[in-house]
């Protein structure tokens, strides 16, 4: 199950500005797995403000990596407004006799090779982060960050609200791929 929770105060940031919209956390999994004694990195999902910009996401709840079981933790965002964004994940420590078998290969040589937590593809931009995620320097162009195909009805629906001030761009992924919409300001695409 996957859930999703805003909650916030609606109060003005530091820059003076009414916020009452909490973060956005750049995850497309919400179910991780891994082995006993074999932490996960979590370090690579960012969250994005669409006032704060760039965001550090919290794992927030118990993970005992020595001790095989289902655990579900929460990633957590929050605002210099107070508005927080969390997201439920599921995290799986497996036992080594319970690891995942790919049936393409042979099971008497399987070994175990946990989700890459970085991009294995030659023409990503950064093989430091996952192919499917955003990289954190595209992120600071944007105001605001629509995932998906409709994200572009929503990106255009603020460019409206805006008095028409405003451009909706595509956002690529780490390895090119579509990933959704990113909404810049008439004053951000003089200065480039």
């Known amino acids: 199950m996957v859930s999703l929770v805003l909650s916030g105060c609606a109060i003005h940031n530091l820059d003076n500005t009414f916020d009452e919209t909490g973060p956005f956390i750049n995850l497309e999994k ?13 370090s690579n999902i960012t969250g994005y403000d669409d006032v704060d910009g760039l965001m550090p996401v919290y794992v927030v709840g118990d993970i005992n ?29 497996l036992p080594a006799s319970e690891i995942p078998v790919d049936p393409s290969t042979d099971t008497e040589t399987q070994e175990y090779v946990p989700v890459p937590s970085t991009c294995d593809k030659e023409d990503a ?11 954190p320097s595209h992120l600071e162009e944007y105001l605001t960050i629509y995932p998906g195909e409709s994200g572009k009805q929503s990106c255009e629906k603020t460019v409206l609200y805006q008095s028409g001030e ?18 810049t300001f008439a004053e951000q695409e003089e200065e480039e």
């Open 125 to 135: 931009e950064d093989l430091a982060y996952p192919c499917n995620v955003v990289l």
């Open 166 to 183: 405003g451009t909706c761009k595509v956002i690529l992924a780490n390895d090119g791929t579509f990933w959704g919409y990113g909404l």
């Open 65 to 93: 990596y020595d001790q095989a079981g289902e655990y579900y933790p929460v990633l957590s965002c929050t605002d210099t407004s107070e508005n927080e964004t969390t997201v439920g994940i599921i995290v799986k420590v």
């Open 30 to 42: 919400y179910e991780f797995e891994t082995t006993i004694g074999q932490k996960i990195d979590f």
